[in-house]
T-cell receptor
Framework: QQKVQQSPESLIVPEGAMTSLNCTFSDSASQYFAWYRQHSGKAPKALMSIFSNGEKEEGRFTIHLNKASLHFSLHIRDSQPSDSALYLC?????????????FGLGTRVSVFP | EAAVTQSPRNKVAVTGGKVTLSCNQTNNHNNMYWYRQDTGHGLRLIHY???????EKGDIPDGYKASRPSQENFSLILELATPSQTSVYFCASENWGNYAEQFFGPGTRLTVL
């Protein structure tokens, strides 16, 4: 069964700093990699996703994927207090995306003014 | 944006009782999912569905049944609720096609006494 692990468990960053989150997965055949953000008491909401090795940038958010290293990451530039949330990485089951996602336990991020 | 609603939002049940959690989506998405979220375990997939009339077991289906009577509605049924099923339950929908974003409902907090 796919194993997905996140690090660190929690992070405190000052406003304006870079936030970097990591996710490792166990199955190199996985095909879809995503980050979700969950504010306290709310539903998870998709942030970004990537399919192939490399980097993808959307606004202040950048996702990196290295399948050979079984690793992908999320970087948040110019972190804001509104970025304070639980960040979940998610990986698809290989060869069959429609069987749901396997999520990590999350990294709790606190951005202080 | 995709709209997914869940009812009830909060539920207290007694051990051995029957509980039905309901989910409705208005975006004509084919795939729907039920997850539970617990501290230390993250989000875990219980059941999923490809469309009306279909239900499939996820990673932790024991003690749960699912029903998809229409494209819009997906229910999670606990026939004999146990305290270990105390959790926050999220429903999600996803459009058919390439790997796609999952849209989550607001969650149902279930307490089994």
């Amino acid at each position: 069964q796919q194993k997905v692990q996140q690090s660190p468990e929690s992070l405190i960053v000052p406003e304006g700093a870079m936030t970097s989150l990591n996710c490792t997965f166990s199955d190199s055949a996985s095909q879809y990699f995503a980050w979700y953000r969950q504010h306290s008491g709310k539903a998870p909401k998709a942030l970004m996703s990537i399919f192939s090795n490399g980097e993808k940038e959307e606004g202040r958010f950048t996702i990196h994927l290295n399948k050979a290293s079984l690793h992908f990451s999320l970087h948040i530039r110019d972190s804001q207090p509104s970025d304070s949330a639980l960040y979940l990485c998610a990986v698809s089951l290989p060869n069959n995306y429609a069987q749901g996602l396997t999520f990590g336990l999350g990294t709790r991020v606190s951005v202080f003014p | 944006e995709a709209a997914v609603t869940q009812s009830p939002r909060n539920k207290v049940a007694v051990t051995g009782g029957k509980v039905t959690l309901s989910c409705n989506q208005t975006n004509n998405h084919n795939n729907m999912y039920w997850y539970r979220q617990d501290t230390g375990h993250g989000l875990r997939l219980i059941h999923y569905s490809y469309g009306a009339g279909s239900t499939e077991k996820g990673d932790i289906p024991d003690g749960y049944k699912a029903s998809r009577p229409s494209q819009e509605n997906f229910s999670l049924i606990l026939e004999l609720a146990t305290p270990s099923q105390t959790s926050v339950y999220f429903c999600a929908s996803e459009n058919w096609g390439n790997y796609a974003e999952q849209f989550f409902g607001p969650g149902t907090r279930l307490t089994v006494l």
